[in-house]
């Protein structure tokens, strides 16, 4: 023991979370006698599979543990003598010093300010000073693990004077207790001996001083001072020590953490989530222990985590069983020991995911490695005479200068670019913006960087325009796709003028002395003389690397001046795009952002034109649709999808549980929310739909559920104003594959920017194959071209595959719009009530066979809104207009069981053909779901049938365009049938009802 004391006084400065293998190597010293386990307490370092931490509990033994405190050596981050005078504030003014002996002799300044940094947070922490402590920890370099002389580090010594606030200010700083004192008694024992010595100091330096007074010399008195200052110093001490003693008597174990809440966060994993005890005993947890088991007395454990770092009260436990119970607990960690668990509401979590519904795959899955094994196909493939096309395409830095470059003397001497200040009708045009902080570049006539591309191009833009957003991701490729066009002679239309944008690209990149031009924006500048210039826009970090002297930095706020000095009524493209400059930096800002970590739920909007189809997005959030956060765990568990499907499907069998009923409300109330923001109407709102087709996963941090309008409004026609589709001024339209591409580039990167490098030079090869096929001349030369050409065409396809597998956007239009499956769950069943199971025989109602009775004037029916048999009316939608919740009735051959119904959350404007409508289109459903052998009921057939009111034994018919909700005087008896209209018997006797 003595031998293992030695080798750690060695290296005194170590830091605290070091200290783990030095207490490891202490229980090993102590395994003669004593049965404390080897284990590790300090904080793991998190990994994908399950890590178990040993309690503090388990060094709990029974035996002389005093002997065993008193065997303990030294922390080994104890210096030889990390001795201080206590602070002068409170002491007489005495000076912090530090004794020479171990000390090295020549230190730098650095260590001497860390050394004083260490002082100064011990003083402030003893004297409870917290402004001071947080200026002392504000420094940069401090450790705030080191122990003083007494063994304690400033945390140890805050939470025995029970001083919460410092002891909370250092743990948001990652501050820890010394391990040393986590056997029991072990921390008492010390304060124990401390007090002791510090008496016995006092007793000895006082009889000291009593003595040197009866002395009277000079050097007696000097002699006598330094004794009254150690005498003062120790006295602090004592002090100290018993209020510190005092602390840790009064303290006791924590109470059970708060609001313990438990996700299930993938088919493997749990995330448990806490809060600190709202009563803390007397001592600041330091820490908190996790716990789970597949038994609900958790006997035994599956594993437990000690959770250190208490800025952040969340763990996620990994490598858990798909679809296996796991019970939680949480305990919290004081100096006395931990306190009673805390177990979440429910007690339980199934790891799980939406996937396991029908065991489908991430769309990513394995993407990219087929994008790579067709490139390498493609490479091989090319013709000897092609350019090379390297292996590896690494996205250029924007401040990777271009390796062509030479900077020298010489090219102060080489002509200017000749950059466009006066354009052309109908000419083409690409602009760079390139931007650094509030600067912007321009020539030296204070124009936009602007070179010609084709001066009369008559042609539309739209293909070429698509193609070169591909290139923009793959700018290192502009020398090999322009000497291949070279190289082929073509003379096609477009390939002539794709070589005029590549040739206009490697200009820009010349003139401006990088490679990485940027982002193109979604949409050219058109005038109404036909000119057009397409902008690429793109952030430099440092100004310094454009060294020409045709362009200067100038800031954008002397550009907005002259934009207001432009007031022609018709400007040029010049002055558009000189006026958009705020735009299009606050677009490709905004356009690189991705969303927070959560579930969300996205809308789907879209308008067609004759050649494009838009989608509308957030000007703030253009690289996704509108969306509403529902919460900030991403992944939906199968328990929670299976009910989505089951009250769409019309397949509910019992209650929710109080997770699937969260959810719904959940799910419910962002879709609210969404469409108040998007401008739709209470009335519009519940003919809305829920996406159950699947959930789109961005990546793994983000994932949506979509809400689209009904069928025929999911894509609006061409005639459409924007004013008409468009929710405000904040959203603006974009073309799908653009956006596509916009939406890729944040969410999967690599992914987009392998594709569209193979995809823009597939486009070229195909180009120039098909001017070889044209100029084929012999019978060998056409075989040979037509090979290269179908062989480019096997190429697309194969790529075309890869990429329809990853456009959500475009199935999830398909499904919204397919008339046939009437796809997505109706907000008017998601916002009513959680369906009920089977009603009980008591609350049916039987009706009596009379005839039915026609009411030709309902406005003198005094007959009120049965909501689930009673007249209560519930707020579900938001809106100054009332809402309710319908239970209607099938009264036709459904073929479903009796007293099946249908929940409907309608609005006072809702009509009877309406309702009519939801109840047959979720009854066909519910038959098609269960593969039933029954009539499925047409939309064309939908309006032979009409609502009926049963009140008292008799039956009320309303008019197809009557809204339920407009009665008055609410009754307590009644339901509500559709039956169809030709029927000219009564009801039948209703028995219990099924709700879905």
């Known amino acids: 023991m003595k031998h293992l004391s030695v080798i750690l006084s060695k290296d005194k400065t170590k830091s605290l979370p070091n200290l783990g293998a030095w207490y490891e190597a202490l ?7 004593t049965n404390v386990k080897k ?93 001071a402590a947080r200026c002392t920890l504000e420094g940069n370099g401090l450790d705030l693990n080191q122990v003083n002389e007494e063994e304690f580090t400033a945390l140890d010594i805050a939470v025995m004077s029970n001083n919460n606030a410092m002891a909370k200010l250092l743990l948001s700083y990652g501050a820890r207790e010394n391990p040393r004192f986590l056997l029991r008694d072990t921390r008492g024992a010390r304060l124990n001996t401390l007090i002791n010595e510090a008496e016995t100091q006092v007793q000895d330096l006082t009889t000291k001083i009593l003595n040197a007074n009866t002395t009277n010399n000079n050097n007696a ?204 009708s109908r000419g083409v045009y690409l602009a760079s913006m390139l931007y650094s902080e509030d600067k912007i570049l321009v020539t030296t006539e204070d124009c936009l960087p602007v ?80 000119s057009t210039v397409i902008t690429i826009i793109n952030q430099v970090k440092d100004p310094r690397i454009i060294q020409t002297t045709s362009l200067k930095w100038s800031s954008i706020s002397r550009m907005q001046k002259r934009k207001s000095t432009i007031t022609t009524e018709a400007p040029s493209a010049a002055e558009m795009l000189v006026n958009s400059i705020q735009e299009k930096i606050l677009y490709h800002n905004n356009s690189q952002v991705p969303l927070s970590k959560g579930l969300y739920v996205g809308y789907l909007k879209l308008r067609s034109s004759v050649d494009t189809i838009r989608v509308q997005v957030p000007q703030k959030a253009p690289n996704v649709v509108p969306h509403i956060k529902i919460r900030n765990n991403p992944n939906v568990s199968k328990e929670e999808w299976e009910w989505i499907h ?46 159950d087709l699947e959930v789109i996963e961005l990546n793994n941090e983000v994932c949506f559920i979509m809400l689209f309008p009904p069928t025929s409004s999911v894509c609006l026609g061409p005639g459409t104003a924007h004013s008409e589709w468009l929710a405000s001024e904040d959203y603006i339209p974009i073309q799908v594959h653009l956006f596509e591409m916009i939406h890729m580039a944040t969410y999967h990167s690599d992914f987009i920017k392998r594709y569209t490098r193979l995809s823009s ?65 109706p907000l008017s069943v998601l916002c009513a009530p959680p369906p009920s199971p089977v009603e009980s025989p ?21 007959l009120p809104l049965p909501v689930n048999g009673h007249s209560q009316l519930t707020s579900a939608l938001t809106g100054e207009q009332q809402s309710g919740v319908l239970r209607v009735f099938p009264a036709y051959n459904s073929g479903l069981a009796k007293g099946t119904s249908v929940k409907l959350q309608v609005t006072v ?48 018919a309303f008019p197809d365009n009557f809204c339920p909700l407009q009665l008055q005087n609410p009754w307590t008896q009644g339901h509500l049938y559709v039956q169809p209209k030709e029927t000219g018997l009564s009801l039948l006797t209703a028995g219990p009802s099924t709700a879905v």
């Not at 229980?27 to 006698?33: C, G, I, L």
């Open 451 to 530: 070179v010609e591309v084709d001066e009369n191009f008559a042609s539309n833009l739209h293909q070429e325009f698509l193609w070169f957003m591909k290139v923009a991701s793959t700018w290192e490729d502009i020398d090999t796709m322009r000497l291949d066009l070279e190289r082929s002679n073509a003379s096609s239309a477009s390939v002539v003028f794709r070589g005029q944008m590549l040739n206009a690209a490697a200009q820009l990149q010349s003139a401006l002395g990088i490679q990485d031009l940027g982002q193109l924006y979604y949409e050219p500048v058109r005038d109404q003389h036909g």
């Open 39 to 131: 284990i590790n307490i300090m904080p793991e370092q998190e990994s994908g599979d399950v890590r178990k931490a040993h309690s503090m509990e388990s060094l709990v033994q029974t035996g002389s543990d005093m002997d065993k405190a008193s065997s303990i050596p030294p922390s080994p981050s104890v210096p030889s003598k990390l001795h201080r005078s206590w602070s002068g504030k409170k002491r007489n003014g005495s000076n912090s010093e530090m004794d020479s002996a171990g000390s090295k002799g020549d230190k730098s300044k650095r260590s001497s300010k860390y050394i004083y940094d260490i002082h100064a947070l011990f003083e402030a922490v003893e004297h409870q000073d917290l402004e």
């Open 27 to 33: 229980v090993m010293s102590q395994s003669s006698f």
């Open 909 to 956: 404007k809702t009509s009877c053909q309406e309702i009519i409508n939801l109840v047959i289109q979720q009854l066909n459903k519910a038959v098609e779901s269960r593969h039933i052998d029954a009539p499925l009921y047409p939309e064309e057939q939908w309006q032979d049938f009409c609502l009926v009111a049963v009140i008292g034994g008799k039956e009320h």
């Open 842 to 862: 008591t609350d049916a109602i039987f009706i009596n066979n009379d005839r039915l009775i026609k009411e030709s004037d309902t406005s003198q029916l005094h």
């Open 761 to 825: 030079i597939l486009e070229m090869d195909a180009l120039i194959a098909q001017h070889m096929l044209r100029e084929a001349f012999s019978d060998e030369e056409v075989k040979e071209a037509k090979a290269r050409q179908d062989q480019i065409t096997d190429f697309q396809a194969q790529l075309d595959t890869t990429w329809k597998g990853m456009r959500w956007i475009m199935d999830v239009v398909q499904y919204a719009r397919d008339k046939q499956i009437k796809g997505g769950v």
């Open 646 to 691: 089951s009250i769409d499907n019309c397949e509910v069998r019992e209650g929710p549980t109080k997770v699937q009923e969260q959810f719904q409300r959940s799910v419910a109330a962002a879709c609210k929310t969404l469409l108040k923001k998007m401008g739709v109407s209470d009335e519009e709102a519940i003919t809305h739909r829920i996406c």
């Open 221 to 424: 008195a000097i002699s006598n001072k330094d004794l009254e200052k150690q005498l003062k110093d120790w006295e602090w001490k004592h002090r100290l020590y018993k209020r510190m003693k005092t602390g840790f008597e009064h303290a006791r174990i924590p109470d059970r953490p708060a609001s313990v809440t438990l996700y299930t966060t993938s088919s493997s994993s749990l995330l448990v989530e806490f809060e600190e005890p709202t009563i803390s005993n007397g001592a600041a947890v330091t820490r908190y222990k996790v716990e789970w088991s597949k038994s609900a007395d958790f006997c035994p454990l599956c594993g437990e985590h000690i959770l250190y770092d208490v800025r952040d009260l969340s763990y996620r436990i990994h490598g858990l069983d798909k679809g296996t119970k796991y019970y939680v607990r949480v305990s919290a960690f004081n100096m006395k020991g931990f306190g009673p668990p805390q177990i979440p509401d429910p007690g339980f979590g199934v790891p799980s995911s939406w996937r396991d519904m029908d065991g489908s795959r991430p769309r990513a899955s394995g993407k990219l490695s087929k994008i790579d094994e067709l490139f390498q196909i493609v490479r091989d493939a090319r013709p000897t005479e092609a350019g090379e096309m390297k292996t590896t395409s690494p996205r250029a830095s924007p401040n990777q200068v271009r390796r062509t470059m030479r900077k020298s003397l010489k090219n102060f001497f080489q002509s200017a670019p000749k950059f466009q200040k006066n354009l052309k």
